[in-house]
């Protein structure tokens, strides 16, 4: 079974910019999550997707949001780039009801 | 979710057992004990969970103290590729829950 898969895997923009990212769940998992890692502040929830709804929000800023499509996979977008938006951001997938979340490699993303 | 803590770093031989301690004196009644682990530059991998009893699968066993206030992961051989930050997660299993990382063990396996 493939596993969590993301695209790009790196990318550059400016800051002011927008960036849209995808992740594409294990077939069968209808649980999407994000996460940001940069090293000063670890992992941090960003938010969860379940049938094409958030269930759940982390305490990022309304720049950042995210979709979920009817084939469970979902976009992440950061709109009006800063330089602290650097960062690797991962997406996880799991099973409805667990807590068991399989994750992606990442999309490390640079803001200059 | 219930707070917890571990050391910061650990070193183990390799092929020894890595004994990894994880405190979590609030945890209350549903909520289950994680453990993930993230290896540098790459996503976090789940390894195991438990509620009160004691878990093993392929990769870990966990063991997790009658008042359930405290629990050990343990990795009966590590290897090199073992060398990881480990983390230990207290939430409820009602799937809904976002994970909340803190900032782990760091365990190195010396060869």
């Known amino acids: 079974k493939a596993g969590v898969t993301q695209t790009p895997r790196y990318l550059i923009k400016t800051r002011g910019q927008q960036v849209t990212l995808s992740c594409s769940p294990i077939s069968g998992h209808r649980s999407v999550s994000w996460y940001q890692q940069t090293p000063g502040q670890g992992l941090q929830f960003l938010f969860e997707y379940f049938s094409e709804t958030q269930r759940n929000k982390g305490n990022f800023p309304g720049r950042f949001s995210g979709r979920q499509f009817s084939n469970s996979r979902s976009e992440m977008n950061v709109s009006t780039l800063e330089l602290g938006d650097s960062a690797l951001y991962l997406c996880?997938?799991?099973?409805?009801?667990?807590?068991?979340?399989?994750f992606g490699p990442g999309t490390r993303l640079t803001v200059t | 979710d219930a707070k917890t803590t571990q050391p910061t770093s650990m070193d183990c031989a390799e092929g020894r057992a890595a004994n990894l301690p994880c405190n979590h004196s609030?945890?209350?009644?549903?909520?289950?004990v994680y453990w993930y682990r993230q290896i540098h530059s790459q996503g976090p991998q789940y390894i195991i969970h438990g509620l009160k009893n004691n878990e093993t699968n392929e990769m870990a066993s966990l063991i997790i103290t009658e008042d359930r206030k405290s629990s050990t992961l343990i990795l009966p051989h590590a290897t090199l590729r073992d060398t990881a930050v480990y983390y230990c997660?207290?939430?409820?299993?009602?799937?809904?829950?976002?994970?909340?990382f803190g900032t782990g063990t760091r365990l190195t396996i010396i060869p």
């Open positions: 997660i207290a939430l409820s299993n009602f799937g809904n829950e976002k994970l909340t």
């Open positions: 609030t945890i209350s009644g549903n909520e289950y």
């Open positions: 996880a997938s799991s099973l409805v009801g667990l807590n068991e979340q399989y």
